[in-house]
């Protein structure tokens, strides 16, 4: 099996200390990176792209230094701000890419359309970059990942802009790939993280304040967590609040250790639960 090492990572941008004292373990399976924005969740992700080096700290994938060629042509990498060549059609655009990571040159076309089919792009393929929707175009970026069958494919909010269905077919095909790969993804959309990862990170000001499997994060909340008709007013003080709903009539989630209370209904916790939890609480 496969494994990536963070140990003791530190990053500073200037007098901006992104990651600090940063210790992780990655193997096969797919890592949920969850936290507020600027928490360093990119940083993560650019430093296991080797796009950026540590300030402190070593990175190694199985047990070597990740600064070589050879890891480099393991890797599949999605950046947050993904930019494509507009005048080149998307098969060209990606037999460039294929070129640039020296994919074997028999195996480049079948690639190129098994790619454009996992991401439901195989109608667009003689389209011009520029002439696609902004959905589509995040598709591309995750279709420009996986071109050489990544061993680590890191990808920062792969579904930014993914309509619901289009999700759906993208966390299948994760799945499918997490099996013979490590797979780290940043996102924002905690159920999207909740329904693939097998481990989460939580990440909180630089430091990896709470990881764990889905099950376990979401286990932790167990007892906690309910519901009340009604607004927030009455809410005990250590209370979370996770959700307000007003309509068809005004209900709140939320999280709290207090005696419960006859108008209280206990409810199953999840992900989202915990996130809120987690960033609640200093
Ligand atoms: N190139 C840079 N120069 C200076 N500071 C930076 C740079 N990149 C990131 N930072 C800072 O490092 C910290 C972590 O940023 P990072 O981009 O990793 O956060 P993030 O978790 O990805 O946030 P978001 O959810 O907004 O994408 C922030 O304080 C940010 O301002
Ligand atoms: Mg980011």
């Not at 990053?11 to 200390?17: A, D, E, N, R, V």
């Not at 050879?70 to 999605?78: C, E, F, R, T, V």
């Not at 299948?172 to 099996?179: E, F, I, K, Y």
Request: charged letters at 20%; one cysteine or more.
């Amino acid at each position: 099996m496969d494994t990536l090492v963070l140990d003791g990572i530190k990053k500073c941008y200037g007098q901006t200390i992104a990651l600090d004292g940063f210790s992780a373990t990655l193997t096969h399976g797919i890592c949920g990176v969850l936290g507020e924005n600027g928490a360093g969740k990119s940083t993560v992700l650019n430093l296991l792209s080797t796009l950026i080096q540590p300030d402190q700290g070593m990175i190694l994938y199985n047990g070597s230094t990740i600064y070589t060629r050879y890891y480099q042509s393991l890797l599949g990498y999605l950046p947050q701000h993904f930019g494509v060549y507009g005048h080149m059609k998307l098969q060209d655009y990606l037999r460039y890419v294929a070129a640039l990571k020296n994919v074997d040159g028999s195996t480049i076309d079948p690639m190129i359309q098994t790619t454009l089919n996992d991401l439901d792009l195989l109608p667009y393929a003689d389209s011009k970059l520029k002439t696609l929707s902004g959905g589509m175009r995040q598709r591309v970026g995750i279709a420009q990942a996986l071109i050489n069958s990544p061993k680590v494919l890191l990808l920062d909010e792969p579904t930014v802009g993914l309509d619901p269905r289009q999700r759906i077919r993208f966390k299948t095909l994760l799945s499918r790939l997490a099996n013979h790969c490590i797979v780290i993804l940043s996102s924002h959309i905690v159920s999207d993280i909740e329904d693939i990862a097998d481990t989460v990170w939580l990440l909180k000001k630089g430091k990896l304040c709470c990881e764990g499997t889905v099950e376990s994060l979401i286990k932790s909340l167990d007892g906690t967590v309910y519901v009340k008709d009604g607004d927030t007013m009455d809410l005990p003080l250590d209370a979370t609040i996770v959700n307000i709903r007003l309509k068809p009539i005004p209900m709140v989630r939320f999280i709290s250790n207090a005696l419960v209370q006859p108008s209280w209904r206990m409810v199953r916790p999840d992900l989202n639960d915990v996130y809120m939890r987690v960033y609640d609480v200093d």
